[in-house]
């Protein structure tokens, strides 16, 4: 039975691709593969989702027991700092795709499409090296357009799914005729689907005692929480027995000795709030084990049974594969090689980014090392908890925004409701789960200034594009434009663009005359950035005559331009002129707009009667949803009467537990 969560259609299917294997690869050399005689590794990478390591026994839970993940990490070695490059799935999946953070092709928004090269699926490589290529559940999981998965998804795996499928064919098709394998298999048993039921009534019976679980700190203890994080940990006995299936086959069909296994999830944990979806290291870390056979453990960076303490991301894996089959990765892949023919030394740092939660546009980049996590926030005048649908739908999100509505929260679970600093630093040995921001203490002055230039360097370098709202991607999309390679044509103005976030994200009154420049410019990403930094110096009292080039951007034809510039007026103090344009922009469809409306909280209380004709009356069902969600941070409705109803909540709930075994080798 298919476990489509209610965002994505129940459709489901396979398509099989003809093999096809270069012309070096010609049929009288194939023998070479025959069964224990492979001269390259099996890869086998099973990918979990929405799961950080703390869950984990092989990382010291002791509330679950999971023996045959427990085999991988003894006859393998696990990893203590590996990172997904986007806190949620379909950016993460994009790095991991491409080989590169998925903010270099754009493809960083969750679920918003956009058009690829070829270049984008290093799949394609090892299958022309002569591997069999498997993809089962999520295949087209990558921010990509329908023409592009009909253009490439044939191309780079011979055997795939779209979603999910009760029974097809896998490494073990015959027309496999001996060839090592690259086959990766998605489990959707521990997806943040399981606590999307608004309440923790009417649940499935779970075997952990939520009262015994030993709560992460960065959330409340609240009922609630201690409900949502039991049922993840609960998920955890099926993804291991998902896990014994395959340990079982390969044992069974000989191929255990000749396979070298990834296990791993997509990003942090989705049963809590501020994790998945979040920039912090709750959201971002995530567990990794590979186990190897005796035959290929010279191939891992540690003995069998140890840890790992390297900086890992996601888009490392691509050329870590590519690197162990004996390709050398192209030069456009920017992940680095860990193990192989061509493992390169280990990163000083990794880059990490998160770019939106649903409607609102986020960004925040974030570097690592082995000890600091920093994070920039470019619009810093937005808190973090700014409401999203789906995250809305779990109980233990809806009790901590009641206990801080209410007032009752602890200094440091408040933070997260209210505007944010423009950098963070932590210190991850001391403080594991960033509750503490060292940012503005003088102590840490030299080690927050290194990691902002490499922030800083690294967004130059790579070519980021995730500075770029949301509505100016899906128009240049529109328009049949590839992000990837319209960035890079000689006139585009990126350095501008990435100056332009910098200094719109400073804070600084003397900035003035370049956000000025920027709101002039002909580019509406360019023009975005003037009218932001325009909103946080009004937001902190910093500017307090509003120039006439932002009032000119009320009416831009780009919706976040148009939406900034109004929120920045309502700051300034004209909150009639600023109001009125978000409300007519809400009235047509604008989401940018109540994004808005929520971030300047009591300020749009003049307006409380439009809101709640917006929310009764409009023709545009997200519109209602969110401006709802205006309504219950001005205290006119109650976070009960924001999600009434749970029935298909409640249904994908029940499916995750009831058909956990979705997935056979």
């Not at 990490?73 to 991991?96: I, K």
């Not at 585009?492 to 420049?517: C, F, G, M, N, W």
């Not at 003037?530 to 000119?552: E, F, H, I, M, W």
Request: glycine share 6%; with cysteine; aromatic share 10%.
């Amino acid at each position: 039975m298919a476990m489509n969560p209610p965002w994505i259609s129940r459709r489901s299917f396979l398509r099989i691709s003809a093999s096809t294997i270069t012309s070096v690869m010609a049929a009288g050399k194939l023998n070479c593969y025959a069964k224990g005689q492979n001269s390259r590794p099996n890869l086998l990478w099973l990918v979990f989702e929405d799961t950080s390591p703390y869950e984990l026994p092989a990382y010291g839970n002791k509330i679950i027991k999971t023996p045959n993940i427990d085999f991988l990490a003894q006859n393998g070695v696990t990893f203590l700092n590996a990172y997904c490059n986007g806190p949620v799935c379909s950016p993460a999946r994009s790095s991991l795709i491409s080989g590169c953070p998925a903010t270099t092709y754009g493809t960083d928004i969750h679920r918003q499409s956009h058009i690829v090269d070829r270049q984008y699926f290093w799949p394609i490589l090892m299958r022309n090296t002569g591997y069999f290529t498997v993809s089962i559940g999520k295949t087209t999981d990558y921010n990509i357009t329908e023409e592009c998965e009909q253009k490439y998804v044939n191309q780079a795996w011979d055997v795939w799914t779209k979603w999910r499928e009760p029974s097809y064919q896998t490494y073990n098709d015959p027309s496999r005729n001996g060839r090592p394998f690259l086959a990766q298999f998605q489990n959707g048993t521990s997806h943040q689907g399981l606590a999307i039921t608004v309440t923790i009534d009417g649940r499935l019976p779970i075997q952990i005692d939520p009262n015994k679980v030993d709560l992460p700190p960065h959330v409340p203890d609240l009922p609630e929480c201690r409900a949502d994080y039991a049922l993840h940990l609960d998920s955890m006995g099926r993804v291991d027995r998902w896990v014994g299936l395959f340990i079982d086959d390969l044992r069974k069909r000989e191929l255990l000795e000749e396979t070298i296994i990834f296990f791993f999830a997509d990003n942090g944990s989705g049963c809590l709030p501020r994790s998945k979806g979040f920039p912090y290291k709750t959201g971002l870390q995530v567990p990794l084990i590979i186990y190897a056979p005796e035959k290929w453990k010279h191939l891992l960076p540690a003995e069998l049974g140890q840890t790992c303490d390297r900086l890992i991301c996601f888009a490392d894996f691509g050329p870590t594969a590519l690197s162990i089959a004996g390709v050398r990765p192209p030069d456009y892949m920017q992940g680095k090689p860990f193990m192989g023919d061509y493992v390169v030394s280990p990163q000083k740092y990794i880059h990490c980014f998160n770019t939106n939660s649903g409607p609102h546009f986020d960004p925040s980049r974030i570097v690592y090392d082995c000890r600091f996590s920093y994070i920039r926030n470019y619009t810093p005048y937005k808190p973090y908890s700014l409401r999203m649908q789906y995250h809305y739908y779990m109980p233990s999100q809806l009790a901590w925004d009641r206990q801080f509505h209410a007032g009752k929260c602890k200094p440091e679970h408040r933070q997260f409701f209210m505007p944010k600093p423009k950098e963070m630093l932590f210190d991850l040995k001391e403080d594991p789960f960033e509750l503490k921001n060292l940012g503005d203490d003088p102590k840490y002055a030299g080690k927050l200034d290194e990691l902002r230039q490499v922030n800083s360097k690294f967004l130059r370098d790579s070519k980021d594009l995730g500075l770029i709202p949301m509505d100016v991607r899906a128009e240049l999309t529109k328009q049949g434009h590839c992000l990837y390679a319209w960035a890079r044509r000689p006139n585009y103005p990126h350095q501008v663009l990435i100056t332009a976030a910098e200094d719109a994200s400073s804070a600084e009154p003397e900035k003035l005359p370049e956000l000025i420049r920027y709101m002039e410019h002909d580019r509406p990403e360019i023009r975005f950035w003037g009218a932001s930094g325009c909103a946080y110096l009004t937001s902190l009292g910093k500017l307090p005559k509003v120039p006439d080039q932002l009032r000119n951007l009320i009416d831009d034809g780009s919706e976040s331009v148009a939406a900034t510039a109004a929120e920045a007026i309502v700051y300034a103090g004209d909150t009639e002129t600023g109001l009125k344009a978000l409300i007519e922009q809400a009235r047509n469809g604008r989401l940018a707009a109540l994004s808005s409306l929520e971030e300047i909280g009591e300020r749009a209380r003049p307006v409380l009667s439009e809101i709640r004709a917006l929310a009764e009356n409009s023709t545009f069902g997200l519109v209602k949803w969110y401006a709802n969600s205006v309504l219950i941070t001005l205290g006119d409705k109650s976070l009960d009467e924001l999600n009434q109803d749970n029935t298909e909540g409640l249904k994908t709930h029940k499916m995750l537990i009831e058909n956990w075994d979705w997935t056979r080798p």
